[in-house]
């Protein structure tokens, strides 16, 4: 089993920043591929950004590429979402996900299959 728990989210004006954070807790973080997707009222849930277990690939959905930025601290088991120029279209619920290590980083939601309850983040204009 594996547990996580978003925060840092809030309320922001548009081309401000916040920077989520995700603790895990349970079994080997350090070996596991952490997600962070989101979704938006009225719509599916999407990927957003992933990082291998070794930190070293980061892939990122076009919407938030230069503007965010996925990282991780093994030795906290956390790994962190920095958001900077944020846009009304970033509004949503943001959830921290994590999946085995195969050596592909997945975009895809059913890859994941421990995920959080979620964090709210608004972004008003």
């Known amino acids: 089993q594996v547990q996580l728990v978003e925060s840092g989210g809030g309320l922001v004006q548009a081309g401000g920043s916040l920077r989520l954070s995700c603790a895990a807790s349970?079994?080997?973080?350090?070996?596991?591929?952490m997600g962070w997707f989101r979704q938006a009222p009225g719509k599916e849930r999407e990927f957003v950004a992933a990082?291998?277990?070794?930190?070293?690939?980061?892939p990122y959905a076009d919407s938030v590429k230069g503007r965010f930025t996925i990282s991780r601290d093994n030795a906290k088991n956390t790994v962190y979402l920095q958001m900077n120029s944020l846009k009304p279209e970033d509004t949503a619920v943001y959830y921290c996900?994590?999946?085995?290590?195969?050596?592909?980083?997945?975009?895809?939601?059913?890859?994941?299959?421990?995920w959080g309850q979620g964090t709210q983040v608004t972004v008003s204009s």
């Open positions: 349970g079994r080997a973080f350090s070996s596991r591929t």
């Open positions: 990082i291998s277990s070794n930190g070293l690939r980061t």
């Open positions: 996900a994590t999946a085995e290590a195969t050596g592909l980083v997945s975009d895809r939601s059913g890859r994941y299959d421990y």
